[in-house]
């Protein structure tokens, strides 16, 4: 209540279910929360839902404004209760859209998630605010 509620639904990055590699991921994932953490107001919260690989590693006790997913809720009806997503290469921008409000896609790894990954459209033609760092 009285706080701007944010949500970071990134999707997967790693090897397959065989050859899972989640180490380099949360370093990576951990370092920008910290950074984001720092510079959010007491008045806003930064939920997240991390792959569960992932999430599964996550810890949240040294975040003052971040906060993991909360499992009590479907998906999309806390979705619905917040004020912007923050995603990347994950389908959920396309569910999101529809709610028009704030929308930003956090491309930090862009063309190395391309090379590795591909995609279907080009991340340029989206209709979405597109960040590369933290600040943007």
Not at 19 to 25: L, R
Not at 36 to 59: C, E, G, R, W
Not at 83 to 92: G, P, Q, R
Not at 125 to 130: E, K, R, T
Request: proline share 3%.
């Amino acid at each position: 209540e009285n706080k701007k509620v944010y949500a970071y639904m990134p999707t997967w990055r790693g090897g397959d279910a065989k050859n899972v590699s989640t180490e380099a991921q949360l370093d990576i994932v951990s370092s920008y929360l910290a950074e984001i953490d720092s510079k959010l107001s007491d008045d806003q919260v930064f939920y997240v839902n991390m792959h569960p690989f992932v999430a599964s590693k996550l810890t949240y006790d040294s975040y003052k404004h971040i906060r993991e997913f909360p499992k009590e809720y479907e998906t999309y009806d806390f979705l619905g209760a917040t004020d912007a997503l923050v995603t990347d290469y994950s389908s959920v921008m396309f569910d999101y859209a529809g709610a028009n409000r704030k929308m930003a896609l956090f491309t930090y790894d862009l063309e190395e998630y391309i090379r590795d990954r591909g995609m279907y459209i080009e991340v340029k033609d989206l209709p979405f605010d597109i960040c590369r760092t933290v600040d943007e």
